[in-house]
Structures are given as C-alpha cells and as structure tokens.
Nanobody, 128 residues
Framework: QVQLVESGGGLVQAGGSLRLSCAAS????????MGWFRQAPEKEREFVAA?????????YYADSVKGRFTISRDNAKNTVYLQMNNLKPDDTAVYYC????????????????????WGQGTQVTVSS
C-alpha cells in the first residue's frame, strides 16, 4: 500500500520559512518524479514544484515561487522536501505532495493528472 505523508506545515509570519517533508512508503521513490501542489480556499489546485525521477535532479517551479522555494529528494530516506523561504500571505494553502511513476519534464510534471499517488496535505498559513 502506497502512502505519502506530508509534515512541516504551520503558521508563520510573512518573510519566514518552513520546510515541508513528504515521507513515502510502499514504493521505491527512485522510480517516481515527485511534485508539490497547493490549494487555497475557493481556488483550484495548482502546481508548485517538481523534481524528476531517478538520479536526474532536474527541478521545475511555478513562477510565483521561483527563487523562494526549493524542492529536493533523498531517495535513501524515501523523502522529498520543499524548503520555502520568504513566505508571503499568498502562499497560504494546503500543500500536497504527489508521485508520478517514471515521469520527467516540465510538461508532464506540472500536470496533476500525471501523478499516480497523493498525500493528504499539510496546511501552511502565512500571516501578514
């Protein structure tokens, strides 16, 4: 049984930082591209960041977070991270991690339908 469990969310002031973690079980993370998406109240889920499968460390970011967020993976720990710096109130949302089997490239990884598994989400709230 595949599980993705996010952690690290919380309440932070604007300008602050958080690091989200996504612990995967029931799959070999090395075979999956990993992505982070977010959904704010009354808005559609949107792409945030992604990293290719295997040892390819290519990363992709939404324009709104580029330069502030960094995605990384530790295949040995079966964990993916999202370091979020200089947070803004507009970053407030539920953040979800997702796994896409043998996926790569921006076109695939920015599309939520490409992902096979999703976590339950973690709330990030940024106060002004």
């Amino acid at each position: 049984q595949v599980q993705l469990v996010e952690s690290g969310g919380g309440l932070v002031q604007a300008g602050g930082s958080l690091r989200l973690s996504c612990a995967a079980s029931g799959l070999m993370l090395n075979n999956y591209a990993m992505g982070w998406f977010r959904q704010a109240p009354e808005k559609e889920r949107e792409f945030v960041a992604a990293i290719n499968a295997w040892s390819d460390s290519s990363t992709y970011y939404a324009d709104s977070v580029k330069g502030r967020f960094t995605i990384s993976r530790d295949n040995a720990k079966n964990t993916v991270y999202l370091q979020m710096n200089n947070l803004k109130p507009d970053d407030t949302a539920v953040y979800y991690c997702a796994a896409a089997y043998r996926a790569s490239g921006r076109v695939q990884l920015t599309t939520s339908q490409r992902y096979n598994y999703w976590g339950q989400g973690t709330q990030v709230t940024v106060s002004s």
